[in-house]
């Protein structure tokens, strides 16, 4: 059974940063998505198997980093410069097969979420 477990969200202001950190139960793509109230649920950033290859969103590109440490089966996303949009639940997901990608669709296991509040 694949788990994904998510932690690293909270409460801060605008301008601060966060890391957010999910833990597979094993190796996988990796994507992050978010989802705020009312809205659609967005892609943020994506790393290939292999960590070679990166994706992110238009909205958090220059501000957000996606990264991963195939050891410990984490994969991580750093927020720099958050602003009060970026006010989201912050989902982990990932897909067996070894490319990333953009469509949430493509995803097969998601994790239960973590919120960030972003203040102005």
């Known amino acids: 059974q694949v788990q994904l477990v998510e932690s690293g969200g909270g409460l801060v202001q605008a301008g601060d940063s966060l890391r957010l950190s999910c833990v597979a139960s094993?190796?996988?793509?990796m994507g992050w998505f978010r989802q705020a109230p009312g809205k659609e649920r967005e892609f943020v950033a994506a790393?290939?198997?292999?960590?070679?290859?990166?994706y992110y969103g238009d909205s958090v590109k220059g501000r957000f980093t996606i990264s991963r440490d195939n050891a410990k089966n984490t994969v991580y996303l750093q927020m720099n410069s958050l602003k009060p949009e970026d006010t989201a639940v912050y989902y982990c997901?990932?897909?067996?097969?070894?490319?990333?990608?953009?469509?949430?669709?493509?995803?097969?296991?998601w994790g239960q979420g973590t919120q960030v509040t972003v203040s102005s």
């Open positions: 094993s190796r996988y793509t």
């Open positions: 997901a990932a897909r067996s097969i070894r490319l990333a990608t953009m469509s949430r669709n493509e995803y097969n296991y």
């Open positions: 790393i290939s198997w292999s960590g070679a290859s990166t």
